[in-house]
């Protein structure tokens, strides 16, 4: 098999929603310790290229799922990250297996529900996490949980099967560090890749 393409079946992936320096560096290592391929032309704070042209590198690697970074660095109005991830995301040849929504301090912002979320501690929960990674509290209304950061809102308008929720990604106060391995991030992809079904390297 020389290329997904070459499969005539759409190009599966997982969006990241979060691609400055330690969060790309997390990324690509997660992804080479699962068997999965990365986009690291997409890592960026904000993403450095359009949806286009990271549909284009899509068809080029050699097996998927493939994780794709998209970054907003900090904005509130739909800026760079979204607009990519929205492009890539509604394009016929690809097929979202899910996104793991990273939370961030920016204000003004939905938010996006979110299936589960994954703690500072590498919990699967059910409730809302902050920028650390930790469990935010409950308010009345909430039934399930939400993440707020600065590239989410945009999943709430097109089509993302299991969305999983986590803090800033290689950081969380040292929980996430790349020295460990990312872990809560690894959780988060590997979450999504058992939900789809899909196996991978453990």
């Given at each position: 098999m020389d290329k997904v393409t070459a499969l005539n079946k759409k190009i599966r992936v997982i969006l990241v929603t979060d691609g400055d320096k330690v969060a790309q560096q997390a990324v690509e290592n997660i992804g080479s310790s699962l068997g999965l391929r990365c986009i690291s032309a997409s890592g960026g704070n904000p993403t450095p290229i359009g949806g286009?042209?990271?549909?284009?590198?899509?068809?080029?690697?050699?097996?998927?799922?493939?994780?794709?970074?998209?970054?907003?660095?900090?904005?509130?109005?739909?800026?760079?990250?979204?607009?990519?991830?929205e492009y890539v995301a509604n394009h016929p040849d690809i097929e979202v297996l899910g996104a793991v929504a990273v939370a961030s301090n920016t204000h003004c912002i939905h938010g996006?529900?979110?299936?589960a979320c994954i703690d500072c501690q590498g919990h699967v929960i059910d409730s809302s996490v902050d920028k650390k990674g930790e469990i935010k509290k409950k308010n009345a209304c909430d039934?399930?949980?939400?993440?707020?950061?600065?590239?989410?809102?945009?999943?709430?308008?097109?089509?993302?099967?299991?969305?999983?929720?986590?803090?800033?990604?290689?950081?969380?106060?040292k929980h996430d560090d790349l020295s460990r391995g990312a872990p809560i991030t690894r959780k988060a992809i590997e979450e999504i890749l058992e939900r789809s079904?899909?196996?991978?390297?453990?």
């Open positions: 286009k042209k990271i549909v284009e590198l899509l068809k080029t690697v050699p097996r998927d799922p493939v994780l794709v970074m998209f970054d907003d660095k900090g904005r509130e109005e739909k800026a760079e990250g979204e607009r990519a991830l996006v529900h979110a299936d039934c399930e949980p939400v993440i707020t950061g600065d590239t989410v809102d945009v999943l709430n308008d097109v089509e993302v099967p299991v969305i999983i929720g986590v803090g800033d990604i290689g950081k969380m106060d079904g899909i196996d991978y390297v453990r």
